[in-house]
């Protein structure tokens, strides 16, 4: 599978559609929005920029993805007021694969543009908006144009499923499931881990020639509370989501064989493994490293029931990939009966999710 091609966020602004079900993203991302705010205004008094340039890498589409711009804006607007400096241009530049929703984003820019200005002098400073699409495991920019790099809740996604799960005849060896279970023979953690390796060690790599001395990144990622890596938490989902696909598998409206072929691109790494990546690659310095967890609360909602807008949550990214591989005809019953196993499993125990943000500083180039 062409992972450039099939995966992305659902775009549209239908009910199923990431832009209407990111929410859970959006609390990850205002949890340390401080840690955020507190390296912008550092990354502002160490490098005073006339032309500053930020990506977001991974950015998807819906209404997070302007509000990342704003939030941003705004933080060095304030930070330049302090110090008594002219705010600088602002080139943003939004990064994702070639299939996500950027027309999406492009006819939301009027508007946004009307409300980044609304009340200020002559318009403010410049903010100028572009699109780079591909893969960010690997180079997208130019040397040294970039002052800030932000990624929210992408870089736990791999640029492939791991090849090391397939044995000599390219059978996998995690038949009995999408992702790392109780289940999953030897050789499965370590070849996810091995892909996880190959994959931010090149991200670190070609961000560290893109990234201005002084440049900073703001990472948030999901990942895992430590060396085990089945849990109640994300390794959790994955297993409900499992079970909803095998239960389809009894059913007969899936066939065996594409259940034992599906795997997930994912992989979800603890703190010491993103410190030792860090380490070993050596052109960024660790900042800030924090994990913070966020449980039904963060999901809630009076309408529906929290296995309910979990499972909407993620259709609206997993749905292309399932799609793809299954077909669009069992998506409706897929997500009923995840939803289902959510509720079941939250009413016997809390369930919460963990995640990292990452604060780096490049001081090499």
């Given at each position: 599978?062409?992972?450039?091609?099939?995966?992305?966020?659902?775009?549209?602004?239908?009910?199923?559609?990431?832009?209407?079900?990111?929410?859970?993203?959006?609390?990850?991302?205002?949890?340390?929005?401080?840690?955020?705010?507190?390296?912008?205004?550092?990354?502002?008094?160490?490098?005073?920029?006339?032309?500053?340039?930020?990506?977001?890498?991974?950015?998807?589409?819906?209404?997070?993805?302007?509000?990342?711009?704003?939030?941003?804006?705004?933080?060095?607007?304030?930070?330049?007021?302090k110090i008594g400096e002219a705010a600088p241009e602002f080139r943003f530049y939004l990064n994702d694969l070639p299939t996500n929703d950027f027309n999406?984003?492009?006819?939301?820019?009027?508007?946004?543009?009307?409300?980044?200005?609304?009340?200020?002098?002559?318009?403010?400073?410049?903010?100028?908006?572009?699109?780079?699409?591909?893969?960010?495991?690997?180079?997208?920019?130019?040397?040294?144009?970039?002052?800030?790099?932000?990624?929210?809740?992408?870089?736990?996604?791999?640029?492939?499923?791991?090849?090391?799960?397939?044995?000599?005849?390219?059978?996998?060896?995690?038949?009995?499931?999408?992702?790392?279970?109780?289940?999953?023979?030897?050789?499965?953690?370590?070849?996810?881990?091995?892909?996880?390796?190959?994959?931010?060690?090149?991200?670190?790599?070609?961000?560290?020639?893109?990234?201005?001395?002084?440049?900073?990144?703001?990472?948030?990622?999901?990942?895992?509370?430590?060396?085990?890596?089945?849990?109640?938490?994300?390794?959790?989902?994955?297993?409900?989501?499992?079970?909803?696909?095998?239960?389809?598998?009894?059913?007969?409206?899936?066939?065996?064989?594409?259940?034992?072929?599906?795997?997930?691109?994912?992989?979800?790494?603890?703190?010491?493994?993103?410190?030792?990546?860090?380490?070993?690659?050596?052109?960024?310095?660790?900042?800030?490293?924090?994990?913070?967890?966020?449980?039904?609360?963060?999901?809630?909602?009076?309408?529906?029931?929290?296995?309910?807008?979990?499972?909407?949550?993620?259709?609206?990214?997993?749905?292309?990939?399932?799609?793809?591989?299954?077909?669009?005809?069992?998506?409706?019953?897929?997500?009923?009966?995840?939803?289902?196993?959510?509720?079941?499993?939250?009413?016997?125990?809390?369930?919460?999710?963990?995640?990292?943000?990452?604060?780096?500083?490049?001081?090499?180039?």
């Amino acid at each position: 599978m062409d992972l450039e091609k099939a995966f992305h966020m659902k775009g549209g602004l239908d009910e199923t559609s990431y832009p209407k079900n990111s929410a859970l993203q959006k609390k990850g991302a205002e949890t340390v929005k401080h840690i955020t705010l507190e390296s912008i205004e550092k990354l502002i008094m160490e490098t005073r920029p006339k032309s500053m340039g930020i990506a977001d890498m991974g950015c998807s589409s819906g209404p997070n993805t302007l509000s990342n711009v704003k939030e941003i804006v705004a933080a060095v607007e304030e930070t330049c007021r302090k110090i008594g400096e002219a705010a600088p241009e602002f080139r943003f530049y939004l990064n994702d694969l070639p299939t996500n929703d950027f027309n999406t984003i492009f006819q939301a820019l009027p508007e946004f543009y009307r409300e980044l200005n609304a009340g200020k002098e002559h318009g403010g400073r410049p903010v100028y908006v572009a699109g780079f699409p591909g893969t960010f495991y690997g180079r997208i920019f130019p040397d040294n144009c970039l002052h800030l790099v932000y990624s929210s809740y992408s870089l736990h996604w791999l640029s492939r499923v791991p090849l090391g799960i397939y044995d000599e005849q390219n059978m996998s060896m995690n038949r009995k499931s999408i992702y790392i279970s109780t289940r999953s023979e030897n050789g499965v953690c370590e070849a996810y881990y091995k892909q996880f390796q190959e994959d931010f060690s090149l991200y670190l790599k070609s961000r560290c020639e893109e990234v201005v001395n002084g440049g900073k990144m703001v990472l948030i990622l999901l990942g895992r509370e430590g060396p085990c890596h089945v849990d109640r938490g994300i390794s959790l989902l994955w297993e409900l989501l499992y079970q909803s696909l095998a239960t389809l598998v009894d059913q007969g409206e899936v066939e065996v064989e594409r259940l034992e072929s599906y795997e997930v691109n994912f992989y979800a790494p603890s703190m010491e493994e993103l410190e030792d990546e860090v380490r070993k690659q050596g052109g960024f310095k660790i900042e800030v490293i924090h994990k913070f967890q966020m449980d039904r609360d963060a999901a809630a909602s009076n309408s529906i029931s929290y296995g309910n807008a979990m499972a909407k949550a993620v259709r609206s990214i997993q749905e292309p990939m399932i799609a793809h591989h299954f077909g669009h005809g069992i998506l409706d019953k897929l997500f009923q009966l995840f939803g289902k196993l959510v509720d079941q499993e939250t009413a016997k125990d809390h369930v919460t999710s963990t995640s990292i943000v990452l604060v780096l500083t490049n001081l090499y180039n």
